[in-house]
């Protein structure tokens, strides 16, 4: 079982900075794939970026690329999304994932299923 708490949401101009944190309670952290999900209002909710068990392998959508980077610290029992060059469209609800399967392959990480341990959210907004 693990917990998930997120924190550094808020209101930023278009082409500002965010940096979200996600802690997990638990001592097994770094055997949970991580990922980060939003979802906009009346959107259903899409990947953002996701996490190997070490942090060595990331992956990310499309609308991700080149912007946000996932990070995770396992001593800290926390992972992290650097969001960059933001845009209006990237207004939502963000939310932190935990997998704990077995995410064998890089599709797998994509797949909202595969995570069972969710956040609260913390809400981004960008205005332009």
């Known amino acids: 079982q693990v917990q998930l708490v997120e924190s550094g949401g808020g209101l930023v101009q278009a082409g500002g900075s965010l940096r979200l944190s996600c802690v997990a309670s638990g001592r097994t952290f770094s055997s949970y794939p991580m990922a980060w999900f939003r979802q906009a209002p009346e959107k259903t909710r899409e990947f953002v970026a996701a996490?190997?068990?070490?942090?060595?392998?990331?992956y990310y959508a499309d609308s991700a690329k080149g912007r946000f980077t996932i990070s995770r610290t396992n001593a800290g029992n926390t992972v992290y999304l650097q969001m960059n060059s933001l845009k209006p469209d990237d207004t939502a609800v963000y939310y932190c994932?935990?997998?704990?399967?077995?995410?064998?392959?890089?599709?797998?990480?994509?797949?909202?299923?595969?995570?069972?341990?969710w956040g609260q959210g913390t809400q981004v907004t960008v205005s332009s």
């Open positions: 996490t190997s068990r070490s942090g060595g392998s990331t």
């Open positions: 994932a935990a997998s704990s399967f077995i995410l064998s392959s890089r599709a797998t990480y994509y797949y909202i299923s595969n995570y069972d341990y």
